[in-house]
């Protein structure tokens, strides 16, 4: 079962744009919402990451905006960059500290960033 | 740190061999996982050791699959035999399970691209 539901598939923005990416989850026990960035040939990375405590976190010109009672959580890249076209994931997560604990992935938003 | 490392990178197969993708973790780091990645699935995880016990194998396909952890810093996921819908880039991730609390953080390798013909 998808517990992440990510949109839009694919974004295409113009250099100097905002590019928005939006997430959705179900289970109310996730506590932990790090986004992922993945260039082509790469794995993924970590961009930035929130927990429901904050309702917004801002890293340079990536921002994680979170809305804990519509469960649902955003990336903002501001002044968008070609530089940023890449795959981006959205996840979620129960921290279990002592048998670890997995991450459940969104389905992946295409960015292309145009020049 | 050299951070995760598979090997093959890439890996071209016929149907019905046997497939084998190792992955070593970033050392001193105690949970790890294996994620499938298509255009259509997305990132699937397959399944995840911590400390070296397989905790979750859920998401592992079919008996055709199968994964080991011997040791810490060596990991193996097989496939016999093969079929041309495991087609996919499999990734190998690591995590030090005490940083949960902290960051979470799951580090990638750069996956192993399988080709089943």
């Known amino acids: 079962q998808q517990q992440v539901k990510q949109s839009p598939q694919s974004l295409i923005v113009q250099k100097g744009g905002i590019s928005i990416i939006n997430c959705a989850y179900e289970n109310t026990a996730f506590d932990y919402f790090p986004w992922y960035q993945q260039f082509p040939g790469k794995g993924p990375a970590l961009l930035i990451a929130i927990r429901p405590d904050v309702s917004e976190k801002k890293e340079g010109r990536f921002t994680i905006s979170f809305n804990k009672s519509a469960k649902q959580f955003s990336l903002h890249i501001m002044d968008s960059q070609p530089g940023d076209s890449a795959t981006y994931f959205c996840?979620?997560?129960?921290?279990?500290?002592?048998?670890?604990?997995?991450?459940?992935f969104g389905e992946g938003t295409q960015l292309t960033v145009n020049p | 740190d050299a951070g995760v490392i598979q090997s093959p990178r890439h890996e071209v197969t016929e149907m019905g061999q046997e497939v084998t993708l190792r992955c070593k973790p970033i050392s001193g780091h105690n949970s790890l996982f294996w994620y499938r990645q298509t255009m259509m699935r997305g990132l699937e995880l397959l399944i995840y050791?911590?400390?070296?016990?397989?905790?979750?194998d859920s998401g592992m396909p079919e008996d055709r699959f199968s994964a080991k952890m011997p040791n810490a810093s060596f990991s193996t996921l097989k496939i016999q035999p093969s079929e041309p819908r495991d087609s996919a880039v499999y990734f190998c991730a690591s995590r030090a399970t005490g940083q949960l609390l902290n960051t979470g953080e799951l580090f990638f390798g750069e996956g192993s691209r399988l080709t089943v013909l």
């Open positions: 050791f911590n400390n070296n016990v397989p905790i979750d």
């Open positions: 996840a979620a997560t129960v921290p279990k500290e002592t048998s670890g604990s997995r991450l459940t």
